[in-house]
Protein backbone atom coordinates (compact mmCIF):
# COMPACT_ATOMS: atom_id res chain seq x y z
CA UNK A 1 0.00 0.00 0.00
CA UNK A 2 1.42 3.23 -0.37
CA UNK A 3 1.69 5.62 1.86
CA UNK A 4 1.15 9.59 1.92
CA UNK A 5 1.51 12.69 4.38
CA UNK A 6 -1.83 14.05 2.58
CA UNK A 7 -4.73 12.41 0.52
CA UNK A 8 -6.15 14.91 -1.22
CA UNK A 9 -9.84 13.94 -2.65
CA UNK A 10 -11.22 16.39 -5.37
CA UNK A 11 -9.01 17.53 -7.34
CA UNK A 12 -11.08 20.83 -8.32
CA UNK A 13 -9.89 24.69 -7.98
CA UNK A 14 -9.29 24.30 -4.21
CA UNK A 15 -8.07 20.60 -3.98
CA UNK A 16 -5.52 20.83 -6.56
CA UNK A 17 -4.14 24.48 -5.09
CA UNK A 18 -3.69 22.97 -1.77
CA UNK A 19 -2.07 19.66 -3.22
CA UNK A 20 0.45 22.38 -4.91
CA UNK A 21 0.82 24.24 -1.60
CA UNK A 22 1.51 21.43 0.55
CA UNK A 23 3.89 19.38 -1.96
CA UNK A 24 6.18 22.06 -2.33
CA UNK A 25 6.60 22.03 1.52
CA UNK A 26 7.86 18.89 0.54
CA UNK A 27 5.13 16.89 1.91
CA UNK A 28 4.09 13.44 -0.48
CA UNK A 29 0.49 14.02 -1.41
CA UNK A 30 -1.71 12.13 -3.53
CA UNK A 31 -4.96 14.17 -5.28
CA UNK A 32 -7.94 12.02 -6.23
CA UNK A 33 -9.94 13.42 -9.00
CA UNK A 34 -13.03 11.83 -10.57
CA UNK A 35 -12.59 14.03 -13.81
CA UNK A 36 -10.38 14.93 -16.58
CA UNK A 37 -10.24 18.36 -17.16
CA UNK A 38 -10.63 18.71 -21.28
CA UNK A 39 -7.84 20.18 -22.18
CA UNK A 40 -7.30 23.91 -23.36
CA UNK A 41 -7.40 25.16 -26.70
CA UNK A 42 -7.59 29.01 -27.47
CA UNK A 43 -10.46 28.28 -30.16
CA UNK A 44 -12.46 26.92 -27.28
CA UNK A 45 -16.05 28.21 -26.57
CA UNK A 46 -16.15 29.83 -23.18
CA UNK A 47 -17.41 27.88 -20.55
CA UNK A 48 -20.69 28.71 -19.05
CA UNK A 49 -18.95 28.35 -15.10
CA UNK A 50 -16.25 31.19 -14.20
CA UNK A 51 -15.10 32.68 -11.36
CA UNK A 52 -14.32 36.23 -10.22
CA UNK A 53 -10.61 35.57 -8.70
CA UNK A 54 -9.86 38.23 -5.76
CA UNK A 55 -6.11 39.27 -5.73
CA UNK A 56 -5.79 36.83 -2.32
CA UNK A 57 -6.70 34.18 -4.61
CA UNK A 58 -3.91 35.53 -7.65
CA UNK A 59 -1.19 35.08 -4.77
CA UNK A 60 -2.59 31.82 -3.67
CA UNK A 61 -2.65 30.69 -7.27
CA UNK A 62 0.67 32.66 -7.92
CA UNK A 63 2.06 30.15 -4.77
CA UNK A 64 0.87 27.13 -6.12
CA UNK A 65 2.74 27.53 -9.17
CA UNK A 66 0.12 27.79 -11.62
CA UNK A 67 -1.18 32.03 -12.15
CA UNK A 68 1.78 32.08 -15.11
CA UNK A 69 -0.26 28.65 -16.72
CA UNK A 70 -3.30 30.16 -16.20
CA UNK A 71 -3.03 33.56 -17.51
CA UNK A 72 -1.42 32.14 -20.74
CA UNK A 73 -4.66 30.54 -20.94
CA UNK A 74 -7.75 33.12 -21.20
CA UNK A 75 -7.98 35.38 -18.23
CA UNK A 76 -10.07 38.92 -18.18
CA UNK A 77 -9.05 41.17 -15.95
CA UNK A 78 -11.91 43.57 -14.42
CA UNK A 79 -11.14 47.38 -13.62
CA UNK A 80 -14.46 48.33 -12.18
CA UNK A 81 -17.24 47.03 -10.60
CA UNK A 82 -21.07 48.72 -10.81
CA UNK A 83 -23.59 48.00 -8.66
CA UNK A 84 -27.62 49.27 -8.82
CA UNK A 85 -30.86 48.86 -7.83
CA UNK A 86 -33.67 48.27 -10.04
CA UNK A 87 -36.34 49.97 -7.66
CA UNK A 88 -34.60 53.25 -7.50
CA UNK A 89 -31.14 55.23 -7.81
CA UNK A 90 -29.11 53.67 -5.57
CA UNK A 91 -25.95 52.54 -7.30
CA UNK A 92 -22.22 51.92 -5.96
CA UNK A 93 -19.58 52.04 -8.07
CA UNK A 94 -15.97 50.27 -7.63
CA UNK A 95 -12.54 51.57 -9.39
CA UNK A 96 -9.63 49.77 -9.12
CA UNK A 97 -7.69 52.98 -9.83
CA UNK A 98 -9.27 54.65 -7.02
CA UNK A 99 -7.10 52.01 -5.28
CA UNK A 100 -3.73 52.74 -7.48
CA UNK A 101 -4.98 49.00 -7.99
CA UNK A 102 -4.10 47.97 -12.15
CA UNK A 103 -7.44 45.60 -11.74
CA UNK A 104 -10.17 44.06 -8.64
CA UNK A 105 -9.26 40.88 -9.98
CA UNK A 106 -9.65 38.66 -13.28
CA UNK A 107 -12.49 36.61 -14.53
CA UNK A 108 -10.85 33.20 -15.26
CA UNK A 109 -13.33 29.75 -16.73
CA UNK A 110 -13.15 26.77 -13.15
CA UNK A 111 -11.68 24.95 -15.83
CA UNK A 112 -8.81 26.83 -16.93
CA UNK A 113 -8.31 27.06 -12.83
CA UNK A 114 -8.55 23.20 -12.54
CA UNK A 115 -6.02 22.63 -15.52
CA UNK A 116 -3.30 25.25 -14.60
CA UNK A 117 -3.23 23.93 -10.84
CA UNK A 118 -3.41 20.41 -11.76
CA UNK A 119 -0.69 21.05 -14.18
CA UNK A 120 1.27 22.62 -11.35
CA UNK A 121 0.78 20.06 -9.07
CA UNK A 122 1.70 17.23 -11.14
CA UNK A 123 5.00 19.20 -11.98
CA UNK A 124 6.02 18.64 -8.61
CA UNK A 125 7.97 16.10 -7.13
CA UNK A 126 6.26 14.23 -4.28
CA UNK A 127 2.88 14.85 -5.71
CA UNK A 128 0.78 12.25 -7.15
CA UNK A 129 -2.51 12.41 -9.65
CA UNK A 130 -5.00 9.74 -9.19
CA UNK A 131 -7.31 10.39 -12.09
CA UNK A 132 -9.85 9.71 -12.85
CA UNK A 133 -10.52 8.01 -10.12
CA UNK A 134 -12.97 8.33 -7.09
CA UNK A 135 -12.81 7.86 -3.61
CA UNK A 136 -15.03 4.47 -2.78
CA UNK A 137 -14.52 3.90 1.22
CA UNK A 138 -12.31 4.85 3.74
CA UNK A 139 -11.38 4.13 7.17
CA UNK A 140 -9.84 6.69 9.67
CA UNK A 141 -6.99 4.54 12.10
CA UNK A 142 -5.66 5.99 15.20
CA UNK A 143 -2.36 6.68 13.07
CA UNK A 144 -3.67 7.04 9.23
CA UNK A 145 -6.59 7.08 6.91
CA UNK A 146 -6.76 4.33 4.42
CA UNK A 147 -8.59 5.05 1.07
CA UNK A 148 -9.64 2.38 -1.29
CA UNK A 149 -10.60 3.94 -4.22
CA UNK A 150 -13.14 2.78 -7.17
CA UNK A 151 -10.15 0.26 -8.83
CA UNK A 152 -9.83 -1.41 -5.42
CA UNK A 153 -6.18 0.13 -4.79
CA UNK A 154 -5.73 1.42 -1.46
CA UNK A 155 -3.70 3.98 -0.32
CA UNK A 156 -3.03 5.71 3.23
CA UNK A 157 -2.14 8.95 4.82
CA UNK A 158 -1.53 10.57 8.08
CA UNK A 159 -4.78 13.23 6.79
CA UNK A 160 -7.10 12.55 4.49
CA UNK A 161 -8.80 16.07 3.03
CA UNK A 162 -12.49 16.36 1.20
CA UNK A 163 -11.89 19.03 -1.26
CA UNK A 164 -14.32 17.20 -3.04
CA UNK A 165 -17.07 20.41 -3.81
CA UNK A 166 -20.42 20.91 -1.97
CA UNK A 167 -21.63 16.84 -2.02
CA UNK A 168 -18.48 15.87 -0.46
CA UNK A 169 -18.26 12.23 -0.42
CA UNK A 170 -15.45 12.74 2.43
CA UNK A 171 -17.86 14.48 4.68
CA UNK A 172 -20.86 11.68 4.35
CA UNK A 173 -18.64 8.70 5.31
CA UNK A 174 -16.96 10.81 8.06
CA UNK A 175 -20.12 11.02 9.14
CA UNK A 176 -19.74 15.13 9.72
CA UNK A 177 -22.90 16.34 9.50
CA UNK A 178 -23.86 19.67 7.83
CA UNK A 179 -26.12 22.64 8.19
CA UNK A 180 -27.86 23.88 5.03
CA UNK A 181 -30.22 26.63 3.80
CA UNK A 182 -31.58 26.47 0.35
CA UNK A 183 -32.11 29.33 -1.02
CA UNK A 184 -35.22 28.41 -3.53
CA UNK A 185 -33.22 30.10 -5.78
CA UNK A 186 -30.72 29.25 -9.23
CA UNK A 187 -27.79 30.54 -10.41
CA UNK A 188 -28.84 30.82 -14.04
CA UNK A 189 -25.22 30.66 -16.44
CA UNK A 190 -24.99 31.63 -19.91
CA UNK A 191 -22.28 33.35 -21.88
CA UNK A 192 -23.67 36.29 -24.06
CA UNK A 193 -22.68 39.33 -26.46
CA UNK A 194 -23.71 42.45 -26.67
CA UNK A 195 -24.46 45.78 -28.10
CA UNK A 196 -22.22 48.26 -26.39
CA UNK A 197 -18.98 47.01 -25.29
CA UNK A 198 -18.30 45.50 -21.38
CA UNK A 199 -15.68 48.33 -20.38
CA UNK A 200 -13.66 45.43 -18.26
CA UNK A 201 -16.41 46.27 -15.49
CA UNK A 202 -18.36 43.71 -13.94
CA UNK A 203 -21.76 44.97 -13.87
CA UNK A 204 -24.08 43.79 -11.60
CA UNK A 205 -28.11 45.31 -10.96
CA UNK A 206 -30.21 44.30 -8.08
CA UNK A 207 -34.17 43.09 -8.55
CA UNK A 208 -36.10 41.82 -5.97
CA UNK A 209 -35.91 38.40 -7.29
CA UNK A 210 -32.50 38.28 -7.57
CA UNK A 211 -29.07 39.76 -8.88
CA UNK A 212 -28.14 39.82 -12.70
CA UNK A 213 -24.55 40.03 -13.13
CA UNK A 214 -22.54 40.87 -16.58
CA UNK A 215 -18.94 39.63 -16.07
CA UNK A 216 -16.21 40.82 -18.70
CA UNK A 217 -14.43 37.85 -20.65
CA UNK A 218 -11.15 39.13 -22.99
CA UNK A 219 -13.27 38.34 -26.41
CA UNK A 220 -15.73 41.09 -25.42
CA UNK A 221 -18.63 39.26 -24.78
CA UNK A 222 -19.98 38.64 -21.11
CA UNK A 223 -20.10 35.79 -18.79
CA UNK A 224 -23.74 35.63 -17.12
CA UNK A 225 -24.88 34.72 -13.13
CA UNK A 226 -28.40 35.49 -13.33
CA UNK A 227 -30.04 34.66 -10.29
CA UNK A 228 -34.28 33.65 -10.08
CA UNK A 229 -36.32 31.50 -7.92
CA UNK A 230 -35.60 28.01 -9.09
CA UNK A 231 -38.96 27.75 -11.29
CA UNK A 232 -38.19 31.00 -13.15
CA UNK A 233 -34.66 30.10 -13.90
CA UNK A 234 -35.87 27.19 -15.64
CA UNK A 235 -38.45 28.72 -17.61
CA UNK A 236 -35.43 31.02 -18.61
CA UNK A 237 -33.29 27.75 -19.72
CA UNK A 238 -36.49 26.74 -21.76
CA UNK A 239 -37.44 29.78 -23.69
CA UNK A 240 -36.53 30.80 -27.60
CA UNK A 241 -33.19 32.20 -27.72
CA UNK A 242 -34.53 35.53 -28.73
CA UNK A 243 -37.00 35.59 -26.53
CA UNK A 244 -34.19 34.78 -23.58
CA UNK A 245 -31.65 37.42 -25.07
CA UNK A 246 -34.48 39.96 -24.74
CA UNK A 247 -35.23 39.43 -20.92
CA UNK A 248 -31.86 39.14 -20.36
CA UNK A 249 -30.99 43.19 -21.69
CA UNK A 250 -34.21 44.17 -19.75
CA UNK A 251 -32.89 42.66 -16.19
CA UNK A 252 -30.01 44.44 -16.86
CA UNK A 253 -32.18 47.35 -17.74
CA UNK A 254 -30.18 47.88 -21.32
CA UNK A 255 -26.92 48.90 -19.65
CA UNK A 256 -24.95 47.56 -22.79
CA UNK A 257 -27.43 47.69 -24.77
CA UNK A 258 -28.94 44.70 -26.86
CA UNK A 259 -28.22 41.30 -25.98
CA UNK A 260 -26.92 40.18 -29.41
CA UNK A 261 -25.62 36.31 -28.98
CA UNK A 262 -26.42 34.08 -26.57
CA UNK A 263 -24.69 30.32 -25.66
CA UNK A 264 -25.73 27.83 -24.23
CA UNK A 265 -27.68 28.06 -20.53
CA UNK A 266 -27.33 25.99 -17.58
CA UNK A 267 -28.76 26.59 -14.17
CA UNK A 268 -27.72 25.57 -10.26
CA UNK A 269 -29.37 25.77 -7.13
CA UNK A 270 -28.04 27.76 -4.70
CA UNK A 271 -27.45 27.05 -1.03
CA UNK A 272 -25.70 28.25 1.66
CA UNK A 273 -23.70 25.05 4.27
CA UNK A 274 -21.57 24.65 6.91
CA UNK A 275 -20.39 21.89 7.66
CA UNK A 276 -19.88 21.28 11.55
CA UNK A 277 -16.95 20.63 11.99
CA UNK A 278 -14.72 21.48 9.46
CA UNK A 279 -12.51 18.68 11.04
CA UNK A 280 -11.74 16.09 13.32
CA UNK A 281 -8.81 13.59 13.74
CA UNK A 282 -7.26 12.65 10.49
CA UNK A 283 -10.00 14.04 8.20
CA UNK A 284 -10.18 18.03 7.10
CA UNK A 285 -12.84 19.96 4.94
CA UNK A 286 -11.67 22.34 2.59
CA UNK A 287 -14.04 24.91 0.10
CA UNK A 288 -17.47 24.26 -1.15
CA UNK A 289 -17.20 20.57 1.03
CA UNK A 290 -16.99 22.54 4.19
CA UNK A 291 -19.04 25.60 3.42
CA UNK A 292 -21.39 27.00 0.37
CA UNK A 293 -22.52 30.72 0.04
CA UNK A 294 -24.96 32.64 -2.13
CA UNK A 295 -22.52 33.86 -5.29
CA UNK A 296 -24.05 37.47 -5.30
CA UNK A 297 -20.26 38.69 -4.70
CA UNK A 298 -18.82 35.77 -5.94
CA UNK A 299 -16.62 34.97 -3.32
CA UNK A 300 -17.51 31.36 -3.23
CA UNK A 301 -13.93 29.59 -4.72
CA UNK A 302 -11.84 33.00 -2.95
CA UNK A 303 -12.76 31.58 0.69
CA UNK A 304 -12.04 28.13 -0.81
CA UNK A 305 -8.42 29.06 -1.43
CA UNK A 306 -7.94 30.78 1.67
CA UNK A 307 -9.18 27.29 3.47
CA UNK A 308 -5.93 25.89 1.59
CA UNK A 309 -3.92 28.54 1.96
CA UNK A 310 -4.62 28.48 5.94
CA UNK A 311 -4.55 24.59 5.99
CA UNK A 312 -1.14 24.64 3.85
CA UNK A 313 0.73 27.50 6.37
CA UNK A 314 -0.92 25.54 9.90
CA UNK A 315 0.99 22.15 8.60
CA UNK A 316 3.64 23.96 7.67
CA UNK A 317 4.31 25.05 11.10
CA UNK A 318 2.59 22.16 13.04
CA UNK A 319 2.32 19.50 10.95
CA UNK A 320 4.64 16.98 12.01
CA UNK A 321 1.58 14.52 12.32
CA UNK A 322 -0.77 16.60 9.43
CA UNK A 323 -3.64 14.59 10.84
CA UNK A 324 -3.50 15.47 14.79
CA UNK A 325 -6.79 17.32 16.00
CA UNK A 326 -4.65 20.06 17.40
CA UNK A 327 -3.22 21.13 14.11
CA UNK A 328 -6.64 20.64 12.24
CA UNK A 329 -8.49 22.63 15.25
CA UNK A 330 -6.49 25.31 14.48
CA UNK A 331 -6.89 25.95 10.80
CA UNK A 332 -11.13 25.26 11.42
CA UNK A 333 -10.33 28.03 14.14
CA UNK A 334 -8.69 30.66 11.95
CA UNK A 335 -11.05 30.13 8.88
CA UNK A 336 -14.71 29.43 10.34
CA UNK A 337 -15.51 32.88 11.29
CA UNK A 338 -14.37 34.15 8.07
CA UNK A 339 -16.55 31.91 5.98
CA UNK A 340 -19.80 32.36 8.59
CA UNK A 341 -19.77 35.78 8.42
CA UNK A 342 -19.40 35.91 4.91
CA UNK A 343 -22.32 33.67 4.45
CA UNK A 344 -24.35 35.73 6.78
CA UNK A 345 -23.99 38.73 4.92
CA UNK A 346 -24.62 37.62 1.58
CA UNK A 347 -27.92 36.55 2.73
CA UNK A 348 -28.28 39.84 4.38
CA UNK A 349 -27.96 40.83 0.63
CA UNK A 350 -30.32 38.62 -0.68
CA UNK A 351 -32.60 39.63 2.05
CA UNK A 352 -32.38 43.45 1.71
CA UNK A 353 -32.38 43.45 -1.99
CA UNK A 354 -35.80 41.38 -2.22
CA UNK A 355 -37.89 43.65 0.23
CA UNK A 356 -40.71 45.14 -1.84
CA UNK A 357 -41.80 47.59 0.75
CA UNK A 358 -41.22 51.01 -0.22
CA UNK A 359 -39.54 52.30 2.98
CA UNK A 360 -36.93 49.75 2.96
CA UNK A 361 -36.39 50.42 -1.09
CA UNK A 362 -36.12 54.43 -0.01
CA UNK A 363 -32.95 52.99 2.85
CA UNK A 364 -31.49 51.21 1.01
CA UNK A 365 -30.97 53.75 -2.39
CA UNK A 366 -30.16 56.27 0.15
CA UNK A 367 -27.76 53.82 1.95
CA UNK A 368 -26.18 52.81 -1.26
CA UNK A 369 -25.46 56.24 -2.56
CA UNK A 370 -23.99 57.59 0.97
CA UNK A 371 -21.87 54.52 0.66
CA UNK A 372 -21.28 55.64 -2.92
CA UNK A 373 -19.90 59.14 -1.87
CA UNK A 374 -17.87 57.89 1.33
CA UNK A 375 -14.83 56.59 -0.79
CA UNK A 376 -12.37 55.79 2.55
CA UNK A 377 -15.14 53.34 3.77
CA UNK A 378 -15.85 52.17 0.08
CA UNK A 379 -12.25 51.88 -0.98
CA UNK A 380 -11.77 49.95 2.53
CA UNK A 381 -14.86 47.32 1.70
CA UNK A 382 -13.43 46.50 -1.59
CA UNK A 383 -9.97 46.17 -0.41
CA UNK A 384 -11.12 43.70 2.27
CA UNK A 385 -13.12 41.81 -0.74
CA UNK A 386 -10.04 41.93 -2.65
CA UNK A 387 -8.15 40.26 0.06
CA UNK A 388 -5.41 43.38 0.01
C1 LIG B 1 -23.74 30.05 -10.42
C2 LIG B 1 -22.51 30.13 -9.59
C3 LIG B 1 -21.58 31.16 -9.78
C4 LIG B 1 -20.43 31.25 -8.99
N1 LIG B 1 -19.55 32.28 -9.19
C5 LIG B 1 -18.47 32.40 -8.39
C6 LIG B 1 -17.54 33.50 -8.54
O1 LIG B 1 -17.69 34.38 -9.39
N2 LIG B 1 -16.47 33.56 -7.70
C7 LIG B 1 -16.27 32.62 -6.73
O2 LIG B 1 -15.31 32.74 -5.96
N3 LIG B 1 -17.10 31.56 -6.58
C8 LIG B 1 -18.19 31.44 -7.38
N4 LIG B 1 -19.04 30.38 -7.23
C9 LIG B 1 -18.70 29.33 -6.24
C10 LIG B 1 -17.60 28.40 -6.78
O3 LIG B 1 -18.00 27.86 -8.02
C11 LIG B 1 -17.34 27.28 -5.78
O4 LIG B 1 -17.13 27.85 -4.52
C12 LIG B 1 -16.09 26.49 -6.20
O5 LIG B 1 -16.33 25.77 -7.39
C13 LIG B 1 -15.66 25.51 -5.11
O6 LIG B 1 -14.47 24.88 -5.49
P1 LIG B 1 -14.06 23.48 -4.86
O7 LIG B 1 -12.76 23.13 -5.48
O8 LIG B 1 -14.18 23.56 -3.37
O9 LIG B 1 -15.22 22.49 -5.30
P2 LIG B 1 -15.64 22.01 -6.76
O10 LIG B 1 -15.41 23.10 -7.76
O11 LIG B 1 -17.01 21.45 -6.64
O12 LIG B 1 -14.60 20.83 -7.08
C14 LIG B 1 -14.73 19.57 -6.47
C15 LIG B 1 -13.89 18.58 -7.26
O13 LIG B 1 -13.95 17.29 -6.62
C16 LIG B 1 -14.19 16.29 -7.59
N5 LIG B 1 -14.91 15.19 -6.89
C17 LIG B 1 -16.15 15.24 -6.36
N6 LIG B 1 -16.45 14.05 -5.78
C18 LIG B 1 -15.37 13.26 -5.95
C19 LIG B 1 -15.07 11.91 -5.56
N7 LIG B 1 -15.94 11.16 -4.89
N8 LIG B 1 -13.86 11.38 -5.88
C20 LIG B 1 -12.96 12.15 -6.57
N9 LIG B 1 -13.19 13.42 -6.96
C21 LIG B 1 -14.38 13.97 -6.66
C22 LIG B 1 -15.02 16.98 -8.67
O14 LIG B 1 -14.89 16.31 -9.92
C23 LIG B 1 -14.40 18.38 -8.69
O15 LIG B 1 -13.32 18.47 -9.58
C24 LIG B 1 -20.19 30.27 -7.99
C25 LIG B 1 -21.10 29.21 -7.80
C26 LIG B 1 -22.26 29.16 -8.59
C27 LIG B 1 -23.24 28.03 -8.34
Redesign the pocket.
Known sequence: MKHYDVII?????????LGCLLAKQGKKVAV????A?KPFSADDAYDL??????RA?QNALMDAGAWDAIKAMRTCPYEAMQVWDAAGDGHVRFEAAELGEPDLGH?IE?RII?LGVADAFTSLETARLYQP???KDLSVETDKVIVTL?NEEQISAKLLVG????????RTLAGIDIQRDDYGQ????TVVKTEKPHEYTAWQRFQSTGPV?F?PLADGSSSI?W?LPSDLADYYCAIKKNDFKKALAEALDHKLGKVTKVGDRGA???RGSQAKPYVMERIAL?????H??H?L?????????KDAVELATQLAQHGRDPGSLKTLRRYERARRGDNVLTMRTMEAFRLLFGHTAAPVKTARNLGMNLFNRIPVVKNEVIRKAMGL
Open positions: NGGGMVGATIEAFARVSAISSINQNKLDADGANSQVSGLVALVTFPLVGDAATIPAGQGVNLGL
